[in-house]
């Protein structure tokens, strides 16, 4: 039992849950449903509307290298969010606030590099911290003693 005073590592107050596993299920808590669900949301719609999102986020008309990088990105935030239903949890979280802090790092890198993408860049790289920060936090909770 945490400090929290709840027995699930992972409950965040107010966030929908999938049903408690019994014992014939491995006895397993449940994980909190709405991060993969926003994740796998974005991600479909980096891969299945990268124009839009190119236009929205840097305020430019689409390219085929921009296109192609959030097919990528898409692609990335739906494996990683069907890893947060299957991984075990330390690894879900863990591992994808880790793959979440080097995002960041290197879309500041390129906002800093390339002037047409900054300003897209630096907002994927502001995005993709909050996850990192987010994903952090819920580990130490979690996994802290």
Known sequence: ?????????????????????????????????APDLLRAAWGATCLLAPDAVQRAMSGHDP?????????????????QAAGGR????????????????IHSATALALGLLDVRRRRAALVDAVVAGAWCAWGAARYRRAFSG
Do not use: K
């Open 63 to 79: 390219d085929v290298r921009g296109r192609r990088v959030l097919r990528v990105l898409g692609a990335r935030h739906l494996v």
């Open 86 to 101: 299957v991984l075990p949890p330390r690894l879900a979280v863990g591992g994808g606030a880790a793959v979440d802090g």
């Open 1 to 33: 039992m945490s400090s929290r005073g709840s027995a699930d590592p992972l409950h965040l107050p107010g966030l929908q849950q999938e049903p408690r596993r019994g014992p014939q299920h491995g006895g397993r808590p449940a994980r909190p449903v």
